[in-house]
């Protein structure tokens, strides 16, 4: 075993954070968290995934799992494309593997929605095979350890940090090997205020040496960040205490369920058509909501309209499809919605809307 390996191992034996899918090697529960885990804090994956597994003990009911119960799982950790590739992949390994789980790297790959990262951290921890696992953290670690202060980011550079983790990853414990990368670049070698007094692999940081940590690696690229203004529309009937939520097919929220949003541009026209309707109360609440989602920078206002007798169906006959909303509108009790909204910016609304019920009783 080569030195740096040696060293990072006999760390990681003492100061790995005791996570719920470290107390033994369980596939499933490997697979869930690392889906969990990409673009999400672990802070808010722990108990997430906690709840997810207790549900959903196994492949089999992950597969069997319902959209509805599916997103009230996976609520509060964002992208749920994820949770859906999760579920085409759990269907695949039933119908197509009779639930047996693949059993290295390339057969991993075959799993839909189970990309090269996934692939490699679930066969080099359950299968010990000797592949590479590449994430931001680890692609710091790498770069502080060889001083690389020239674009990483770039495909050409993932490769090129690709091939240096391979080589340094031991044959034994190939799995912990790449979870104690992981760990110090979240824990010690952090993108600012690294703890390099701490750090295991001091010595053989050439970043370390040459005090150059700060420009190691450089910052990604920024993506163009896009603004967007809109209006989260909700419509309360309060006679019987429900809002209307709405499957999203379309634009940057798809496949959520949410409140319905219409983008500013078209509010003037959308409140023109309710206020049309004789039983609608129409006001804004004076709070606005901000989100940020990937590139897009989101602001917006919470439009309430509140039915003041009951209409029968009249605003759901409205073409809501003139603003870019799916229908038909569902009903939900103000008391379980929350557990009904897949995403964080819906639950802000909600809260903005709860926040000045409190105040006007």
Known sequence: MNQCAEKLLTWYDHHHRPLPWRQEINIYHTWVCEVMSQQTTL???VPKFSEFVKHLPTVYHL???DEEKLRQLWSGLGYYARARNLNKGANYIVEQLDGHFPQSYREWLQIPGCGPYTASVIASICFNEKVACVDGNIVRVV???LALSEDVW???GQSAIQTHVTQMIPDERPGDFNQAMMELGATVCRKSKPLCLLCPLQEQCLAFARNCIEICPPKKPRREVVDVELF???VWRKATGTLAIVNRTKGFLSNTVGFPLIPAIEISQAKEVLQSLQHLQLF???SKFSHNITHHRISGKVL??????NPGITIETIAWQNFGLPQPFNWVSSSVIASKLSTALDNKVFKLFQNYQDKVR
């Open 63 to 65: 597969a069997a799992c």
């Open 43 to 45: 802070a808010v994956v």
């Open 154 to 156: 770039s495909s050409s």
């Open 143 to 145: 770069s502080r350890l």
């Open 284 to 286: 804004e609440l004076p």
């Open 232 to 234: 989260a529309l909700l």
């Open 304 to 309: 309430v309209a509140q039915e003041v007798e």
